[in-house]
């Protein structure tokens, strides 16, 4: 979350910002996966959260404390790759950029359609009320 804060603080165009965002993101990821060799925090504590014992196992008999020494030694190389990942400009974010639109657009339209579809759940709720009413009276 924090490269995403950044990026948007250093970018005005929300484009650029976004596509800043995902490759620094994409960054990170990719030295996770070096340091550790899976992407999942459930592949590398080989716990399975949903599962409420599993879960149970994993506080009680200390697993947690990997992920605690994780953290300290890859904090600086996770930090350096973010400011390295957040410095990328050009072509390497045109098509997030693309893809950032694209999905934008989609994005908006959905929320409108779901936005429509509501008003009109809403205003059919209301005529059935007043049809109710208007019965009982």
Known sequence: MAVGAESYRRYDDIGIATAV???????LMKSFENRTKVIECEDFTK???????SFAKYIFTGKFLSCYKLADKWAPEAVEVAIEGLELEGEETNYEMECHKICGKRFMKWNVIR???????????????????????
């Open 21 to 27: 965002a995902i490759r620094a993101t994409q960054h």
């Open 47 to 53: 716990t399975d959260f949903k599962n409420k014992l």
């Open 115 to 137: 936005y429509v579809e509501n008003v009109l759940q809403q205003s059919m709720k209301i005529q059935n009320l007043l049809k109710m009413v208007a019965v009982k009276n």
